[in-house]
């Protein structure tokens, strides 16, 4: 790797981005520390964006590379945590990170990089960008269990081909390892988990700020009362924590799952065990998009994630209006709208979208039966 031309390095005060910065000096790229701030502490003191920026400037000191910091927290408001709410207050459960990736990472930070003079950026997430017969590819990281391609799949040719990801092909126990080695500053720092906006804070608290919310019943799927929620929001399919429910007389003495929202009358609907009410075949999604800029022949083979880390499983793959027609080999647990589906080849990610409706059989906007 010997980029040339000046880089904008996403640094976040995390070892990850630490070594990133450290292997594209050992290049010889002229590379400079970006770090974003992209949420404006609301006073609780939760959010470490502060902590993190001395970090990122520690590191920076260390490995002699000038230092930036801009505020994007108002793009961030508009372009991700406004949809963020506006998906609790419908009943989903959003993912923050694909968008923040899409607006902020890799729009509103390359266009800053490009305001600067810089020709590309370049991060410290765990995957790997290739050219191959004059399309940009996006692969899976060569770690399996850090690979964060899902979390990438919104990127398009214009975003791959100024982009770096200079620790995509190493193991994060190395990254470690060369943190530790060169006594940098972020070497034993935790990694961070969950939404910077929330931070160590209680979630329902936080959601309760910017949204209504509305306890209500807790019901089996015949309507029997069997508890409060606290708000249908808190909850997700298939969760098994946080639902309050003991031992019911007369039931079985298995878990207790989330099986569906009933939003209309601020329902809450769980069952027990191994329930078929959270087995899906099929998905629906809303606006496709493929990294390549176009769609491939149909019908597509390959392989779908319907969260993070989950295994790939193989699936057939149709259009369907501008989104995609999903039907899977093997039956699948809780696929949640409002969660993105990504498709693969192998290591090649192809695109993905958000999951509209699947044909669960308490999915509010069930897929008809074929």
């Excluded at 970006?34 to 490995?63: H, I, K, P, T, Y």
């Amino acid at each position: 790797m010997s980029p040339a031309g000046r880089i904008l390095l996403g640094v976040s005060g995390g070892v990850d981005s630490s070594v990133a910065a450290w292997r594209l000096r050992e290049s010889g790229a002229d590379v400079t520390g970006l770090f974003m701030q992209n949420w404006q502490d609301d006073g609780s003191g939760e959010c470490r964006a502060e902590d993190d920026r001395r970090d990122a400037l520690r590191v920076c000191g260390q490995l002699g590379l000038p230092f930036l910091a801009r505020d994007f927290s108002a793009d961030y408001w508009s372009g991700v945590f406004e949809t963020f709410l506006a998906e609790y207050r419908a009943g989903r459960t959003p993912n923050p990170d694909v968008l923040c990736n899409r607006e902020i990472k890799f729009k509103t930070f390359l266009d800053e990089a490009r305001a600067l003079g810089a020709e590309r950026i370049a991060t410290g997430h765990y995957a790997r960008v290739d050219e191959r017969d004059g399309r940009w590819r996006l692969l899976r990281g060569r770690d399996v269990g850090k690979d964060q391609s899902y979390f990438l799949h919104q990127l398009g040719q214009a975003q791959l081909s100024a982009t770096l990801f200079p620790i995509g092909d190493l193991p994060k126990a190395e990254v470690r390892a060369i943190a530790a080695r060169l006594g940098l500053a972020t070497a034993k720092k935790k990694d961070s988990t969950g939404i910077c906006f929330i931070g160590e804070r209680d979630f329902r608290e936080f959601l309760a700020r910017y949204i209504a919310i509305r306890p209500g019943d807790l019901v089996d799927p015949e309507g029997v009362v069997l508890g409060r929620h606290d708000g249908i929001a808190f909850y997700t399919l298939g969760q098994r924590e946080g639902l309050g429910i003991g031992g019911v007389r007369g039931r079985p003495d298995a878990p207790w799952f989330v099986v569906g929202k009933d939003v209309e009358r601020n329902r809450l609907i769980v069952d027990q065990g191994d329930s078929p009410l959270l087995i899906s075949r099929r998905l629906r999604s809303e606006p496709m998009h493929w990294i390549a800029g176009e769609a491939p022949p149909f019908p597509l083979r390959c392989e779908a994630q319907v969260r993070y880390r989950q295994p790939p499983q193989a699936c057939t793959v149709r259009p369907a209006g501008d989104g995609i027609a999903v039907v899977f080999d093997q039956p699948q647990r809780a696929v949640t709208p409002g969660q993105s589906v990504v498709l693969y080849l192998g290591e090649v990610c192809l695109g993905g979208a958000v999951i509209a409706a699947t044909d669960a059989a308490l999915d509010p906007n069930r897929l008809p039966d074929e």
